[in-house]
C-alpha cells in the first residue's frame, strides 16, 4: 500500500458546517481507515510547524472545508502540499437536505449524520487514491 | 458588472454596491432593462446570509405584487423568504441555481441573479426603491449593527 493519505479539515471552530468537517475528518482517520489516513491539524500548518510541514511534503491530501473560504484547501496549497481531492460539507448537505445541522460546539444528530456521510465519501476517495476497492 | 462599484468595510467585510442598480431596503437589486426588471441578492445579503445551499425561484408567469416573495434562498445559516421589490410578472428564472447555488455568492450582481420580471407599474415601485448611495449608507448602519449582536 502507499503511503497514508493526509485528511486536512478546517479547524471547524465557530460554524455547525465547519464541525461537520472536522467531524467527519475525525470519523476518517480513526473509524473508517485509520491505517490508511493520517489527519494534519490545518492550524498547525498555518502556524507553520516543522513536522506538519514535513508530512504535508510529498504526500497527497484530501482536504474537507466548511465553507467557500476553503481555508483548508487554501493552506494546503500555501504550505507546499498536494490538494488530490477537495470536499465541501455544503456539497455533501446538498445531496443529503434532510441532514440540515446545528450546534457548534456539540454538534446535533443531523451533524452527527451528515458527518458519517461526508467520512464515507471521503473513505471512497481514499480508496480510489491507494488502490483498494471499497466494500462499503 | 460594468460601471463604478461603491464598498464600504465593516470590520473585516467589504460590501460592493454597484452604481446604476436599484435597491430595496430588503437587499434586492433591480437592474432596468426596457420595461423589465432583473433582480438579485445585493452583495450584502449575500454575505450576511451565508453560504447557500438552495435556491427555489418562483415560476416564469408567476405574478408578483411588490413585497410577495418571489424566491427562498436556504443558506448555512438562515432561510431567506425574498421579497420582490417590485410589482410584475416573473419572465425569466436564473436556472442555473439549480446546480449551482454557490453563484449567489460568487457573483451576487452577475451570474447569480434570481430573476427577470416584467414591470406592471415601475413608476409607482421606483419611488420605493434606493439609488446606490443610498443604499450603502443602509447596509453601513445594518452591518455595523449586525457587528454589535
Known amino acids: 500500500m502507499k503511503e497514508k493519505v493526509l485528511i486536512v479539515p478546517c479547524s471547524g471552530i465557530g460554524k455547525s458546517y465547519g464541525t461537520v468537517a472536522r467531524e467527519g475528518a475525525y470519523v476518517v482517520t480513526e473509524d473508517l481507515c485509520p491505517e490508511k489516513t493520517m489527519l494534519v491539524p490545518v492550524a498547525l500548518l498555518v502556524l507553520g510547524e516543522d513536522e506538519a510541514r514535513s508530512t504535508l511534503a510529498g504526500t497527497e491530501a484530501i482536504t474537507i472545508d466548511g465553507c467557500q473560504l476553503a481555508c483548508a484547501a487554501k493552506v494546503v496549497a500555501n504550505s507546499g502540499g498536494t490538494v488530490a481531492h477537495r470536499v465541501q460539507v455544503l456539497d455533501v448537505f446538498r445531496s443529503h437536505r434532510n441532514l440540515k445541522p446545528s450546534g457548534i460546539a456539540e454538534l446535533d444528530a443531523n451533524g452527527h449524520k451528515l458527518a458519517r456521510v461526508l467520512a464515507e465519501e471521503v473513505q471512497e476517495l481514499v480508496n480510489g487514491m491507494t488502490g483498494e476497492v471499497s466494500h462499503a | ?149
Open chain 2, 1 to 149: 458588472m460594468p460601471g463604478e462599484i461603491l464598498k464600504v468595510t465593516v470590520d473585516k467585510f467589504t460590501f460592493r454596491v454597484p452604481k446604476g442598480l436599484s435597491y430595496s431596503d430588503a437587499g434586492v437589486w433591480v437592474k432596468l432593462e426596457g420595461n423589465r426588471a432583473r433582480l438579485g441578492l445585493s452583495d450584502f445579503a449575500q454575505q450576511s446570509s451565508g453560504d447557500v445551499a438552495f435556491a427555489n425561484i418562483k415560476p416564469d408567469g408567476t405574478d408578483l405584487e411588490r413585497g410577495d416573495a418571489f424566491a427562498e434562498v436556504e443558506t448555512v445559516k438562515v432561510n431567506v423568504s425574498v421579497p420582490s421589490p417590485v410589482n410584475g410578472t416573473i419572465v425569466e428564472v436564473n436556472l442555473s441555481l439549480a446546480e449551482a447555488p454557490e453563484l449567489i455568492n460568487q457573483d451576487p450582481y452577475g451570474k447569480g441573479w434570481l430573476a427577470v420580471v416584467e414591470l406592471s407599474d415601475w413608476e409607482n415601485d421606483r419611488a420605493y426603491l434606493l439609488d446606490a448611495e443610498t443604499y450603502l449608507a443602509l447596509v453601513k448602519g445594518q452591518a455595523a449593527e449586525e457587528m454589535k449582536r
